[in-house]
């Protein structure tokens, strides 16, 4: 079955560089999440798409950092200038438009290492 | 601001004991979700089980159950004769009933081992 897919799955990057990590949601499903996953924590939350609409950036760390969705598929996370403190697992998920609490079906991630 | 927190760190037990994973969480939200997902050695979070703040009831699935009590803001989760596909990292979330964002407040996670 198809569920959310991301690229790549690995990506070292040295200090400075510019990245850019996909998601591709389940066909139709409405709502998009990015976290990240520092080693040994928890996911935490960055970004909310509905459909094309970005509603919620208020965990994004700084502004290196920049999500889109233009067509309310697909959506790409980019790290500017990246930094070593950007090393972690970046995860996306989506949910289904309906109900409330409707379960996220996550990726596998993208593990960035920031060298 | 929500804060979830799983006090236990790592956890090894012995196969076929049984488990209990403890999640408390903080909320001033009335209406809230709670979740818990599994993270397997291959990273991809699973879900296992979704709770709303109105339903207190336990849970059972299989050799899983969930004790939610409002009371003392918890929501536990037990593996009965644990098996060692069992091990993984385990995580407790929650959410509140925002329409349309509904982003999660993940807890550090469990580490549990299950030793043959």
């Known amino acids: 079955g198809a569920g959310v897919s991301q690229s790549p799955r690995y990506k070292v990057a040295k200090r400075g560089q510019d990245v850019a990590l996909r998601c591709d949601p389940i066909?139709?499903?409405?709502?998009l999440f990015w976290y990240q996953q520092a080693l040994g924590q928890g996911p935490e939350f960055l970004t909310y798409?509905?459909?094309?609409?970005?509603?919620?950036k208020s965990g994004l760390p700084s502004d290196r950092f920049f999500a889109e969705r233009p067509e309310g598929s697909v959506s790409t996370l980019k790290i500017q200038r990246t930094q070593q403190e950007d090393s972690a697992v970046y995860l996306c998920?989506?949910?289904?438009?309906?109900?409330?609490?409707?379960?996220?079906?996550f990726g596998p991630g993208t593990r960035l290492t920031v060298l | 601001a929500q804060k979830v927190t799983q006090a236990q760190t790592e956890i090894s037990v012995v196969e076929k004991e049984d488990v209990t994973l403890d999640c408390v969480y903080e909320?001033?939200?009335?209406?809230?979700?709670l979740f818990w997902y599994k993270q397997p050695p291959s990273g991809e979070l699973v879900f296992l089980i979704r709770?709303?703040?109105?339903?207190?009831q336990n849970e059972i699935s299989g050799r899983y159950s969930w004790n939610f009590q409002k009371s003392t803001s918890s929501f536990n989760f037990t593996i009965t004769a644990s098996q060692v596909v069992d091990s993984a990292v385990y995580f407790c979330?929650?959410?509140?009933?925002?329409?349309?964002?509904?982003?999660?407040?993940f807890g550090t996670g469990t580490r549990l081992t299950i030793i043959p």
């Open positions: 998920a989506s949910s289904p438009p309906g109900l409330a609490g409707n379960e996220q079906f």
């Open positions: 066909s139709g499903h409405v709502s």
């Open positions: 798409f509905q459909n094309e609409a970005q509603l919620d």
């Open positions: 909320t001033r939200d009335t209406t809230y979700y």
């Open positions: 709770r709303n703040s109105f339903d207190e």
């Open positions: 979330a929650l959410s509140d009933l925002n329409f349309g964002n509904e982003k999660l407040t």
